[in-house]
């Protein structure tokens, strides 16, 4: 990708949507680290800034449709388009499957799935004026059905990631849609997007029991989001290919 492009990363002061920033700054892409608080973003760009790099914090709740519209203002204001959207935003609620309740997912499809449409829908005019958009959705291992429904393995075990396993898999189901959506759509036929698993990354969201660093979990991420004109759209991929649903 050319190096002017400019990328949007939301969740990106910490975890896995760090190291996607980091990773596209590396890259020579213009990195826009979205940030809920002024001062964790300013604390994640200077941590960049310490190796080396330039990323730019903006200030964006994926839960807000005002914070999503200032940010969509924002970058119209200062780069008149987006060329790269990784949707990382995302949060877990640990509770057994048999306790929970309607009210209990809602917070959990609030940011994951309900936030991921809201700021795909009010950036989509500035992802049509780049020339090679891409969206990447950033998944889970626990959306795949084929993993699930294998009796006795740890994703069918994963009780307590009952909400965060569906709305997993709505954004699969998202990404498809779109994907779909956009190739029937002259204006939006340029923008790819694709589903990622970032694997069973040591993060807060699960107490830092993964067995992979952020650094790889964030490698399927920084692939889609730098696809060429000739990739694929509407997938579900690792970072070594395409992974079932």
Known sequence: MPT??????TGATKGIGLATARQLA???LTVLLGARSAEKGARAAAELADAGLTAHPVLIDVTDDASVRAAAALVEREYG????????AGTLTRKPAVEVTADD???EFETNVFGLVRV???MLPLLSRSRSARIVNVASDSAMFAKATEQGSMFARSH?????SATKAAVNMLTVKYANAFLDDPRLAHIKVNAVTPGFVATDLNDFRGVRTTAEGARASVQ?????DDAETG???????RVPW
Not at 235 to 241: E, I, L, R
């Open 4 to 9: 002017d492009t400019i990328a949007l990363v």
């Open 26 to 28: 590396e890259r020579g």
């Open 81 to 88: 388009r987006l060329d790269v959207l990784v949707n990382n």
């Open 105 to 107: 997912m809602r917070p």
């Open 120 to 122: 795909i829908h009010t």
């Open 160 to 164: 307590e990631s009952f909400a965060y």
């Open 224 to 228: 889609w989001a730098t696809a060429g």
């Open 235 to 241: 997938g579900f991929f690792d970072d070594n290919g």
